[in-house]
């Protein structure tokens, strides 16, 4: 079932804002190191190592950040710029994850914002990319 | 029913060559992990054991795998482009496709069996370079590159036994196709010399406060609003001052798309339809040839009669960069 159209109202984006960003960041965090873990998300862990990064979910007003080191994802609090920031609403990162949507679609019609290090942003895309979703529980999830 | 053309499309991963093959691609093309080919990018492509798998789940679904080395070997270094000449013959694909005269002499010499066509990158525009390819080099399938007209491709198919092989879908280049050198003017590196057209780590884009500016190798290429859509960071795709006008000098963001005269080049004989796209995710090719199968099929049976579905051209719309589409040179007025 496709994701439907839909933007977080400004209700539910007051009330995630005054929660800590924190958890969120711990589980995508805990996910990542999971699938990397059982080698799903074929992580080439130098391309990575040493940087940060920030997903904003421009809609819940929620800005996750977390950084790699040599073998695995952890979350992180520091003001300072993250090395990619990716920008989206949470519907567009949800059809994102599950295929609806490839990234340059959302990025030429500017529902995705990449700043930052565009490289860095590119290994990211074709990692999750190159994730085969059909060796995994989460297959009947993803569409063709 | 009329002979189909094959519907050749991209696959980066291999996720989304399984996605071009479960959607109806008759056969996909890939590359290696290296400046073999034009998608030289970071974490595309397959190694041996990937494109391995990829060549047995099409072989199971009996579908074709085309390998592209199409970049061009520099002199005194081209180890890594016969390692690859080798290493596809060795995981069996059903054709190489190439662009560089040594290396096509090499593949003929080397692997007689290996059958060879001769890339968009090539920029063989005349039935003459293509029955030389395949007078020297026993080329049976060549990529025509996208400047010609219809009434030219008909023209061409009508001198040559080669297979004539068109784009059908996708991004649009400057269309001096394998002799173009702004991306070498900005960064110093091309897609015939790195594999890679505006290589991204030279890329950025900034937040203006007003809107976003895109930048290659610190020079400002373009400047989009707010709602404005956006291309590639590609200098022929960017906006320039000319004459106090600031405005889209070479080329606009937008993508070939041919379902509009799909029967026309049926009727010219056309061997195969390409769809350019091996940087995008298997979403893309999900639905892209998703559409261009049923599209094909439908021209197949209903010949002049076809009519384009708009769910096609919604589909194909979408993905297209700067969400336009062109049938570009197939129909220009002048030649």
């Known amino acids: 079932m496709p994701v439907p159209d839909f933007t977080l109202p400004s209700f539910g984006r007051r009330w995630l804002q005054r929660l800590p960003a924190t958890p969120p960041a711990w589980l995508l965090v805990h996910s990542l190191n999971q699938l990397q873990k059982r080698q799903v998300l074929a992580a080439d862990m130098s391309l990575l190592s040493g940087k940060t990064f920030a997903v904003e979910i421009c809609d819940a007003g929620l800005t996750l950040t977390f950084s790699a080191d040599d073998e695995r994802f952890h979350t992180r609090n520091t003001s300072n710029t993250p090395d990619l920031h990716l920008a989206a609403n949470l519907a567009d990162f949800l059809r994102l994850m599950l295929r609806e949507e490839d990234p340059d679609t959302l990025f030429f019609s500017r529902r995705l914002r990449i700043e930052g290090d565009t490289e860095l942003g590119l290994i990211v895309k074709n990692l999750l990319d190159s994730v085969d979703w059909d060796s995994t529980p989460l297959r009947r999830f993803m569409q063709h | 029913m009329q002979r189909l053309p094959e519907l050749i499309c991209p696959a980066g991963s291999l996720p989304a060559l399984k996605a071009a093959i479960d959607n109806g691609a008759d056969a996909v093309y890939l590359g290696l992990k290296n400046d073999t080919n034009a998608r030289n990018f970071a974490g595309l492509n397959f190694d041996h054991r990937s494109a391995s798998e990829g060549i047995r789940y ?31 013959a060795a995981l069996g694909v059903d054709a190489v496709i190439l662009a560089d005269l040594g290396l096509l002499a090499y593949a003929h010499e080397r692997h007689p069996s290996l059958r060879l066509h001769l ?11 293509i029955n030389l390819a395949q007078s020297l080099f026993g080329v049976q399938r060549a990529v025509l590159p996208r400047v010609l ?6 023209h061409v198919i009508a001198n040559t036994s080669v297979e004539i092989e068109v784009f059908g879908f996708g991004s649009l280049c400057v269309m001096v196709e394998g002799r173009c050198l702004l991306s070498s003017y900005a960064t110093g590196e091309s897609p ?10 030279f890329v950025r884009w900034e937040d203006n406060g007003k809107g976003m500016d895109a930048r290659l190798n610190h020079i400002l290429i373009d400047r989009y609003g707010a709602s404005e859509t956006a291309g590639y960071p ?15 000098v070479l080329e606009q963001p937008s ?39 049923e599209a ?36 220009r007025p002048w030649k």
Request: contains cysteine; positive net charge.
């Open chain 2, 58 to 88: 099409a072989r199971d679904r009996k579908r074709k795998v085309l390998m592209a080395i199409n970049t061009y070997a520099r002199g005194g270094d081209s180890l890594r482009w016969r390692a690859a000449i080798d290493e596809a």
């Open chain 2, 119 to 129: 890339s968009v990158q090539g920029s063989a525009t005349n039935y003459e370079a």
């Open chain 2, 149 to 154: 007209t219809l009434d030219q491709v008909r």
């Open chain 2, 192 to 201: 015939n010399s790195h594999g890679v057209c505006s290589p991204a780590r």
């Open chain 2, 234 to 248: 590609t200098l022929c795709k960017g906006r320039f001052e000319v004459e106090g006008h600031t405005d889209y």
């Open chain 2, 255 to 293: 993508s070939l798309n041919v379902l509009a005269m799909l029967p026309q080049l049926l009727d010219a004989g056309v061997a195969a339809i390409k769809v350019e796209g091996r940087q995008r995710s298997p979403a893309y090719v999900a639905q892209v040839t998703r559409a261009l199968r």
């Open chain 2, 296 to 331: 094909l099929d439908q021209a197949g049976q209903t010949g002049q009669r076809f009519s384009v579905k708009p769910a096609w051209q919604q589909a194909l719309s979408k993905v297209s960069e700067g969400q336009q589409v062109t049938l570009g040179a197939y129909d």
